[in-house]
Structures are given as structure tokens and as C-alpha cells.
């Protein structure tokens, strides 16, 4: 039998055959026949969708995916994933670093393709290669209920950004997360996925780190993000763009309105594509994240980026760490960040940069306009042993002792920081009730350590586990 042909399983005791596909081309088989004993117990299926609608639904449906899973690695002359069995009523599932290989992932498509449960696959380093890809898009146009796939580092080069570009284009899926880093896309790639992603909305969250991209690749993808209203989450960390495909890309930033976090860490953007990244900050207000860590970047620089931030409303977190600029620059970025009354800057990250207490003073001042901004730098220069030990007293200790005084809980008090009395709150609402309020004093430090020990990285703090009993 031909490895390419999608496969339809048959258990033992059926007594009516379908016929398979002849073809890769042809959509992969998504219905899978009841037990016996259920047959005999229960009038004749002919569909899942009907064992859907009697009693016990969801054990006879769970079962006969098994029994089509374990029968498609039969015919593909594949070892079964234990795990894969184990876990399909599971909404997410990881198969990363299983070693699936093409006629693997194949049986693991047909069958998902009628699963309800699983909303997150992971595939990534599985050598899924082509014929992979190419399961894995049949199944997508028939399964309705996956919404993020990872299927990183799978070495898919240009024919793999081919097949994906198609089904881009013609995707009626649910699939709104899409992880395709390291797998060896050059330019060519870029320019099939740029065209594709022109006219997807469906889309929000793209990872195409570790790739081949350079500049020709930054072009291709400058004009689709000119185009697209779909993407909210760009990640194209670890290319070769330098300062021409960094101007491309920030020509198509002018023209977008959805992308809200953009990763460019460890590419060579330099000055000139600082530069670019400065006079698009003047313009674009739907940008809330942007890392351009580790980028050559310079004072020069950073006076560029200072100039956008200057006038930008939308921005909240910038992380330029591993930057060669000194302390100078550093001072240019939060004064331009003090000049703009309407910055809701919250997240700069220049750890890497040595800073004086002067330069904390200047901060001070900056932090009295804008209460909300936490800037991260390497340390204080020339700052006692004893002074730093008492900026980092902690903070939960001051609180709890500030709770005992007036018998209240320490949820209560962080409680009464939130208008809406909600356990949840965004980091940059809590970072500046902290430092406003009155009752606890505490400084930039500590407050940076409540956040660490309070958001679970999701941009939101939560006071759930601090339920303690009124003393």
C-alpha cells in the first residue's frame, strides 16, 4: 500500500468496508465506527456525529477514536504514542520531541480530524518534514476545534512554507496560534507566507523565530503587515534582518492597526534600524510590546527611540537589553518617556546598563509623573552593601505587619488597591497603587518583587493565594 495513501481503519467484526482514498490529495478519513459491543447493544451508527446524540456519548465516541488511531498506526507501520491514547480527551496536547516522523504525524492527524477535545497540539522536533505538513493541513480542514498547533523545528524549508501558504489561504479553521520557528525558512519562504498571511485574519499569534530571514525576507514581510488586520502577536527574534529590513518592516508598521507585540531580539537592526523604529513610534498607536534586545544598538540609538516615545500612547513594554549603550542613553529614554503625558509606558528593560544614584534621582522624578513604569538596569554605582540590603527588604513582611496592626488579612489589603475589588489586576494599575498608596511604604524595588511573586506572566497579578485568616 502506498505510505502517501490516507488511511480509513476497520475493527475486527465490521461488516460494511469504505473504500480508501487513492490519494495524499484526497481529505483524510474522519469517521470512526462504534465498538461491536456497542453496535450490538445499541441501534446501527453510521457516523460519530451520532454516537454524539445517545447516552454514554462521550465513552463510545473517546473509543472509537482510539480504536481508529490504533488501526491507522497499524496500516502506516507505526509505533502508537501511549501518551496521544492517554490523553485525547485533554484540550492540550503535548507530542514534542516524540520522534513521530512523517507516517507518525499522519496517524496522528486521521485521528484528530474528528476530535472535539484538543484545542493545543505541540509537535515540535518530530522530523514531520512534508509529508507531515501535509496530514497535518488535510486535518485541519475538517477538525473545527484546534486553535493553536506548534510545529517548530521541523526542518519544513521551502516546500513546508508552501503547503502552509496554501492552506493560509484558503484556512476556514479554527487555528489562531501558529508556532513555525526553526524550520530553515529563507526568503523564498517569507515571500509565500507574507502573501498568504495578506489576506488572513483568522491568524493572532505568529512565531517564525530562528529562521533564515534577512532583509529581502524583512520586505516580504513589511508589506504584509501593511496589509493584514489579523495578527496581534508577531515573533520574528533570531533572523539576520539588519537595517534594511528593518526600515521595511516599520514602513508596514505605519499602515498596521492590530499588532500589538513585536519580537525582533537578536537581529542586527543597529542604528539606522533604530532609527526607523523611532519615526514609526511617532505614528503607530496599536504597538503595546516591543523587544529589540540584543540589536547593536547604541546611544545613537537610543536617542532615535527616545524621539518616538516621546509622542507614542499605545507602548507599554520595551526591552532593549544587551544593547551597547551606556547610561547616557538610558537617560534620553526615560526623559522622553517624562515629556509625553500620555505614555502608558510601563516595562523598560535596560539591564545590562550600569547607572548612577543620580541617574535613580532622575528616575524618582520620572516615576512621580508616570508611577506605573518599572525600569530594570544592571545596578547603582558605588551603592552601600546596607542601602541595597534596605531597598529590598521585603515587601510581603512590611504588608502582613501593617495588616496585624489593623486586623485585616493581606488579601484585604491588596484588595482595596483595586476599584473593582476584583483578585486580579493589570501589572500596570497594581505597580501604581502600590507606589500612590499611603498605608505601606515601599519603593520601585519592592514593588517589582510583589509583582514577581504575584503575575504569573500574564500582564495581570493575582491575590488568590494570599488568603489568610483575620488574626
Known sequence: MDNDEPLEPETKDETETVPAPQNSDEKLYCEADAPTAVEKEKLARESSETDLEIEDTEKFFTTG???????ACKLMGVVPVSYFIRNMEESYMNLNHH????????AIAIALVSNTTVTTLELADNCIMVEGVLSLVEMLQENYYLQEMNISDNDLGLEGARIISEFLQRNSSSLSELQLSGNDFEEESAELLSQALSTDYRIKTLDLSHNEFSDKGGEHLGKMLAFNVGLRSLDLSWNHFHA???VALC???RANVTLKKLDLSMNGLENE???ALGEVLRLNNSLAYLDVSSNNISNEGASKISKGLEFNESLKVLKLFLN????????????SIKRNPKSRMEDLDISNVLVSEQFVKTLDGVCAVHPQLDVVYKAVQGLSAKKTLFLWTNPLKLIQSYADQHKITVMDFFKSLNPTGMMTMPVGEFRKAMIQQN????NRYQVRELIKRLDEKTGMVNFSFLKMAKP
Open 439 to 442: 498605608q505601606v511604604p515601599v
Open 65 to 71: 477514536q482510539r480504536e481508529l488511531y490504533l488501526e
Open 273 to 275: 534600524g533604530a532609527m
Open 251 to 253: 514602513n508596514g508598521l
Open 99 to 106: 520522534g513521530l516522523g512523517p507516517k507518525g504525524t499522519k
Open 324 to 335: 551597547p549603550m551606556s547610561m547616557e542613553g538610558a537617560v534620553l529614554l526615560i526623559l
Open 244 to 246: 534594511r529590513g528593518a
